[in-house]
């Protein structure tokens, strides 16, 4: 393993690349950088990931009054820095396995990795309808952190029924006229406490047992076409903006074919989070198995780093 002192230069392999700067791939950081493991992190958009788009985040322990999710990615950054890990802005394109050591290609050039920890975590699932795409940013939206405070007093909807989209709803109720929750099932799949609050609400109301089927506007969002899913009934809601939470996908488009992946694209690991090519781990949401939240991803970061460890070890 590369010595400490390789930190404050840019070796020319290092002891690990870490994709992604997700909560997962942060708690790893931490670790590699206390064992003096060579550790860079390359993020295509801002440390934190998926956390940074929560307005508060109540069930992170150690912070029982909640903290802002763009908080607590910052404070998990920071540490990650504080043990000497060094973080650089690039996408990467393509990973060659060819021969050691692993080459990343990314926008920003290409770099030399003995190890690679895969945490790129994922994106949010698109409804796959007419107008999606047109009135994206034009009244739809997949972030209500981001983009609720643009419809202030407005009527708005949130799709989905899951905790993120609870939470979307909560969270626009306090700048909406009126939130309508449009939801495939009969009751929602969010965590008991979020259902209470949605319920007791008095600008949150549901649309039970529907589906979206068109997104419908001129310039912008005016409307959107919903189905009865018992009766196959259709209708026109008017409706100012929608917000889109039905999910994620994994952000593993761009990775080489000798990755095992299942098929919905969650990477496949063994016990050590390790994949199907020695030396690549992963960690975080975009793994099978993972329960999505970011006390597990912070696990599996930490998990992930005991493999690395060994990995490195047994390889130096």
């Known amino acids: 393993m590369t010595d ?14 870490i994709i992604g700067a997700g909560p997962a791939g942060l ?12 550790t860079l992190i390359l993020e295509k958009m801002m440390a934190g990931g998926q956390t940074t788009l929560n307005d508060v985040i109540e ?20 540490h990650a820095r504080r ?16 021969a050691p050591p692993m080459r990343l290609q990314t926008n920003a050039g290409e770099y030399s990795a003995r190890s690679l920890l895969l945490s790129m975590g994922t994106r949010p699932r698109r409804l796959g309808v007419p107008g999606e795409r047109e009135f994206y940013t034009k ?3 997949y972030c209500a952190t981001c983009d609720g405070p643009l419809f202030a007093g407005k009527q708005l909807m949130v799709v989905g029924g899951g905790d993120a989209a609870i939470e979307e709803a909560l969270f626009l109720a306090g700048l909406a006229s009126k939130v309508t929750v449009v939801h495939r099932r009969d009751q929602l799949r969010a965590e008991r406490i979020l259902q209470e609050r949605a319920f007791a609400h008095d600008k949150i109301e549901f649309l039970w047992r529907s589906v979206v089927t068109r997104v419908i506007g001129d310039s912008a969002l005016r409307a959107v076409q919903v189905r009865d899913v018992a009766t196959g009934d259709e209708k026109d809601v008017p409706i100012d903006g929608v917000f889109v939470a039905i999910g994620t996908v994994p952000q593993t488009d761009f990775l080489p074919p000798e990755i095992q992946r299942d098929e919905g694209g969650f990477i496949i690991t063994g016990p050590d989070l390790q994949t199907s090519v020695e030396g690549v781990f992963a960690a975080g949401d ?13 696990g599996d970061g930490t998990l992930a780093y005991r493999g690395i460890f060994d990995y490195l070890d047994k390889h130096s």
Do not use: H
């Open 4 to 17: 400490s002192s390789s930190k404050s230069q840019d070796p020319e392999v290092w002891d690990l690349v």
């Open 27 to 38: 708690a790893c950081a931490i670790y590699t950088g206390r064992a003096r493991i060579s």
């Open 59 to 78: 069930n992170y322990p150690g912070f029982p009054e909640g903290i802002p999710g763009f908080e607590l990615a910052q404070k998990m950054a920071d």
């Open 83 to 98: 043990f000497g890990a060094r973080m650089e802005t690039a996408e990467v394109s393509g990973i060659d396995f060819a």
């Open 139 to 141: 009244g739809l939206s």
């Open 286 to 298: 975009l793994r099978v198995g993972s329960y999505r939240q970011i006390t597990c991803a912070v």
